[in-house]
């Protein structure tokens, strides 16, 4: 009966709810579980959506009384993960109701018993855990920055390690992560947080070129590239957030391994591999965003235009130039011995199959529709280094479709460009069939003897 709105709406009208309530309180031992069990399913069915049950609920010292059951059973006595999650389901229909109901839960709760519970590691818990906090700061700047106390990042850091070990079923870690680490300016605190206590004690928020990373850091940004990647036009991305990352993309790239050839793709289970490569996948979709959304406490606007401006260009064309060309490129240049023995001992491998079509994807989205970008990367000498990633490449799934949208991007509109091409044709310096694909050839003014690309 209390599974139906009927009879939630019927059951209200006679206030079952308060002798169930009463009913709860007298069964706080081991020995009543069983029917401490069947009167939290109650009163999570008969909360859920019913706002007569929910007002009551809060008028009856409802979530006192949970939080004595969570203390005196399951925290007391060991983990009883069935009342755990119970108890965690009905506050989360509870605090649907409003402010009144999430501030109530809010106040018993908050710090030390979401705490606690955050360190169950169990994905059936972490999913109500997520869809209370997530619901009681929703729309709450001052529960949102009681959160970002040191207090309220630990809650946090222990909802992402139980995460990472146990998983999680529904979107709610991923609708908090998104509010905290993508709207909000809150991601650099929670990531460092994640560092073990022997690092994070000798360093600031900003993260330690000498620490490696860990699992939960991969994990983390792994999530948040899910996030970006589902929900690309529809989540805000503080400019905070975009350069932490660039800066642990620089801080992780003088740590990995780049001689080891590449044996898988993301994930690799190397926890300093992945956090490269997650990083690469969320700066690829930030900057496919085209700047169209960004936090509002954000004044400086563009996101792609801020990243270019703290060096990102620069620093993923000299990411490139490291690597060894793809092999199709290595069997066709124009090269001495003396220059193919250099490449073969100095240049650096990817180190997972996806990097450099990663690199080159960020590169493609920069230049889309910004001539100064496509300036830019003309003036890096990138433009014929772009043209050599137009190739199918076995450790690069798509590279070949990544590496046209990129020369396709920074030649749209931009003449300069379009020349040097031309140039590179006329000299016999690149021969890449796939500037054809995209529409263009290169002809010669029979007059000045000029080469020019033109749209065909």
Request: charged fraction near 25%.
């Amino acid at each position: 009966m209390s599974k139906t709105p009927d009879g939630r709406s019927e059951l209200a009208s006679k206030n079952v709810l308060v002798p169930i309530l009463k009913l709860c309180q007298s069964l706080c031992s081991p020995p009543s579980r069983h029917f401490l069990l069947l009167s939290l399913k109650l009163l999570r069915n008969l909360c859920a959506g019913e706002i007569d049950n929910q007002n009551l609920f809060i008028e009856q010292n409802g979530v006192g009384i949970v939080s004595s059951i969570v203390n005196s059973v399951v925290l007391a006595s060991g983990f009883d993960y069935e009342i755990i999650l119970l108890s965690m389901q009905l506050l989360g229909n509870v605090s649907l109701a409003g402010e009144e109901h999430q501030l109530a839960v809010w106040h018993q709760f908050f710090p030390l018993e979401f705490l606690e519970i955050a360190k169950v590691r169990r994905k059936e818990i972490c999913d109500p855990l997520c869809m209370v906090i997530y619901t009681c700061c929703e729309g709450n700047d001052e529960r949102l920055i009681e959160l970002f106390t040191d207090k309220g990042l630990h809650i946090l850091v222990e909802i992402i390690r139980t995460a990472a070990v146990a998983g999680f079923k529904e979107d709610w870690l991923k609708l908090l992560l998104s509010r905290i680490c993508l709207d909000k300016s809150y991601f650099s605190p929670v990531f460092s947080k994640l560092f073990p206590v022997s690092t994070a004690e000798n360093c600031d928020d900003d993260i330690s070129r000498d620490n490696h990373f860990g699992g939960e850091h991969a994990f983390l940004l792994s999530i948040l590239s899910e996030i970006l990647n589902e929900r690309l036009m529809d989540v805000t991305v503080s400019n905070d957030f975009a350069l932490s990352i660039l800066g642990i993309l620089r801080n992780v790239v003088g740590i990995v391994d780049f001689i080891e050839t590449p044996k898988s793709g993301l994930p690799t289970g190397l926890a300093d591999v992945d956090v490269l490569g997650y990083s690469l996948t969320i700066l690829r979709d930030v900057c496919a965003c085209g700047g169209a959304k960004w936090s509002k406490e954000d004044v400086s606007g563009d996101i792609v235009d801020m990243l270019v401006s703290f060096g990102l260009i620069e620093f993923l064309l000299s990411l490139l130039r490291d690597l060894e060309p793809p092999l199709i490129i290595r069997k066709t240049m124009r090269q001495s011995e003396n220059q193919e023995a250099t490449t073969s001992s100095s240049s650096k491998r990817c180190p997972y199959k996806g990097f450099r079509r990663d690199v080159v994807a960020i590169i493609g989205n920069c230049g889309y529709s910004r001539k100064h970008v496509q300036n830019k990367i003309r003036e890096q000498d990138g433009i014929l280094l772009l043209l050599q990633h137009c190739v199918i490449d076995e450790d690069n799934p798509f590279l070949r479709e990544w590496g046209i949208w990129s020369v396709r991007n920074i030649l749209e509109g931009n003449r300069e460009n379009q020349q040097v091409i031309a140039n590179l044709e006329l000299r016999g310096s690149v021969d890449v069939p796939e500037i054809t694909q995209l529409g263009l050839r290169v002809e010669v003014d029979p007059e000045t003897r000029r080469a020019k690309l033109v749209n065909v």
